[in-house]
């Protein structure tokens, strides 16, 4: 358990590697936070959040299938959600106005992803 409650948080998983990706959905919902997705295309993210009301943060793959997620991103910072970026890249791909969003290089350890997702925002500690 980490020392942050994730508890009925409500958190989307955008991520096209499907091992990754059900390793995250499942850190999170062993920390019982209701997880939403998770989407493996940037289609699928944008059809998640406009038919989630309650967002409290999301997890952003940078690349899926080769295109870049940063209209999704764009879409969370108009909400006000809370999210990081995981990517295999380095900080020279996200451009300028994300500078301040957390990026996570992979391999990543989901523990610590999980965990550094209950930091994102004072709103979503437990």
């Not at 009925?8 to 997880?35: M, N, T, W």
Request: hydrophobic letters at 45%; glycine letters at 8%; one cysteine or more.
């Amino acid at each position: 358990m980490t020392e942050l409650s994730l508890g009925g948080r409500a958190i989307l998983v955008v991520e096209d590697e499907y091992l990754l990706a059900q390793e995250l959905c499942a850190g999170l919902a062993a920390e019982s936070a209701h997880v939403i997705g998770p989407a493996a295309t940037v289609k699928q993210g944008e059809d998640f959040l406009r038919n989630t009301s309650e967002l409290d943060a999301a997890i952003l793959d940078v690349n899926l299938r080769g295109e870049q997620v940063f209209r999704l991103a764009d879409m969370l910072v108009e909400r006000k959600v809370p999210f990081m970026f995981t990517t295999g890249y380095d900080a020279s791909i996200i451009p300028d106005r994300f500078a301040h969003v957390a990026r996570y290089e992979k391999p990543l350890r989901v523990s610590q992803i999980v965990k550094m997702i209950g930091q994102l925002s004072p709103h979503i500690k437990g």
